[in-house]
């Protein structure tokens, strides 16, 4: 499968645990970025990346939230101390050359 | 501020029914519009519109573009409940050399049998 991928899935986690997200994007895409959505609403943009590098950070993203992409390639979203309000849908996306975004299954996420 | 709007929100049909979404925008140094269907999942990319591609036609989806009233419409004919799914309408934005997809709330469409 060449398109993007997220793990895990889905998430269960008890509020103020720490929990850590992956995603895989198409290989030749280098810019890539990350949503929230909650329901009823479409994806909010959180961040993005170009290679490694992390261009722009969303209000959103609280001191609580961290991504990194150190090698240009897969990315990780870091939600520190979660709280029930952290309870989403994490989505990835990848952008190609026409700027286009392919986005990842997501990861849902439930803080309890 | 950028902004996407879409309508109605939700939407019930029978199958074979045509039906069509509405996207309205406001953004500033506008490129493209996309579409994108949305099931129990992520979201699936559907159409990508710009200046030079106003029209976009798969199977019995179709989409226009209209710079003049800054919107879109997504036109699906003969629907099947397999069309059920929330409709999204993402318009990019380019800041400071960094794009960023603004979405709108989506059209949740239902397709009965």
């Known amino acids: 499968d060449t398109g993007v991928s997220q793990d895990p899935r889905h998430k269960i986690t008890k509020r103020g645990q720490n929990v850590t997200f992956r995603c895989d994007p198409i290989?030749?895409?280098?810019?890539l970025y990350w949503y929230r959505q909650t329901l009823g609403q479409g994806p909010e943009f959180l961040t993005y990346f170009q290679n490694e590098a992390q261009l722009e950070k969303s209000r959103l993203l609280s001191d609580r939230f961290s991504a990194e992409r150190p090698k240009g390639s897969f990315s990780t979203l870091e939600i520190q101390r979660t709280e029930q309000g952290d309870s989403a849908m994490y989505l990835c996306a990848s952008m190609g050359q026409y700027n286009e975004q392919f986005f990842g299954p997501g990861t849902r996420l439930t803080v309890l | 501020e950028d902004k996407v709007v879409q309508s109605p929100l939700s939407l019930v049909v029978h199958e074979g029914d045509t039906v069509t979404l509405n996207c309205s925008y406001e953004?500033?140094?506008?490129?493209?519009l996309l579409w994108y269907k949305q099931e129990k999942k992520a979201p699936t990319f559907l159409f990508m519109l710009t200046s030079s591609g106003i029209e976009k036609k798969s199977g019995r989806l179709s989409s226009i573009l209209d710079k003049k009233e800054l919107s879109s419409i997504l036109n699906i004919t003969a629907t099947q409940t397999g069309d059920s799914a929330i409709y999204l309408c993402?318009?990019?934005?380019?800041?400071?050399?960094?794009?960023?997809?603004?979405f709108g709330t989506g059209t949740r469409l239902k397709v009965l049998a």
């Open positions: 953004v500033t140094n506008f490129r493209s």
């Open positions: 290989s030749e895409h280098n810019r």
């Open positions: 993402a318009v990019p934005t380019l800041t400071s050399g960094t794009y960023k997809y603004i």
